[in-house]
């Protein structure tokens, strides 16, 4: 297949890499510098986006490629709050649009452990729930959007808790709430690590805890190719439960 790269920074050459490995092609590479050439790239010269871009970015770079007829996988993250009107545009335009908070298939084994241990912790109540992600120093949104589709699990699994915060004062994307009533995510940033993610349960006794840690960015760019390749000849709006349903 044709792939537009839209997006062209760490994650945009790990998905080239594997993309070229599988035999795929590069119709084009588009980043911040090249942005404008994306109206000048013929429709048929491209098969599917991969879009990986900024938080700022994402919106634009998605609704510019469903109105150009392109199906799309996006991993970029923290720009949801449009979730809504980006799934309208590709219901409305009859496209197809992919989003993952992540792409890898480890860590989206460990969602479904951590919304496991979410049901089974909701008879301890005295077991307190919270979070911890670390990612390198660049990335620019905090919480990661890994943890926010972690704490949503818990969520589902814990009908007590209210939401969730961010530890930091001042850094709160999350329910304003009592962190006793919420699944706190405490966010660090430190050298070049890839992701790290934990989930924990403390008590005055002991702590139960889960963590992924991700050894470089292959998982992530290896599941973006996999649902590219899924994602063509298909329309409407899908998620990795949709593509693992369908393999598993
Ligand atoms: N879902 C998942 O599995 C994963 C998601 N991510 C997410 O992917 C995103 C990208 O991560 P990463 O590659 O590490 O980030 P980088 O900062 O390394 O790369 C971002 C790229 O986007 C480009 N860009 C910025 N603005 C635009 C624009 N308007 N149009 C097109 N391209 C633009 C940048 O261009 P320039 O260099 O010219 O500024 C750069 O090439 C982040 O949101 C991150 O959280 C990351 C890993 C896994
Ligand atoms: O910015 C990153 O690097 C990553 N972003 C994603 C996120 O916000 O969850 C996925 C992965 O953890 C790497």
Known sequence: MNILLLGYGKMGKAIEQIALERGHQIAARVDAHNRADLETIPADAVD?????????????????CLQRG??????????????????????EKEGAFFYASNYSIGVNLFFRLNKTLARFMRNYPS??????EIHHTEKKDAPSGTAITLAEGVLEGLPNKQGWVTKEAGDDKGSRIN???????????EGTVPGTHTVRYDSEVDRIEITHIAHSRQGFALGAVIAAEWLIGRQGVFGMDDLLGSIE
């Open 127 to 132: 077991y307190h729930v919270s979070m911890t």
């Open 48 to 64: 599917v986006v991969i879009e990986f871009s900024a938080p700022e970015s994402a919106v634009d770079n998605i609704k510019s």
């Open 70 to 91: 392109w199906p799309v996988v996006c991993g970029t993250t923290g720009w949801l709050s449009h979730r809504t009107e980006i799934e309208q545009l590709c219901q």
């Open 179 to 189: 962190s006793t009533d919420a699944v706190e995510i405490e966010s660090l940033r």
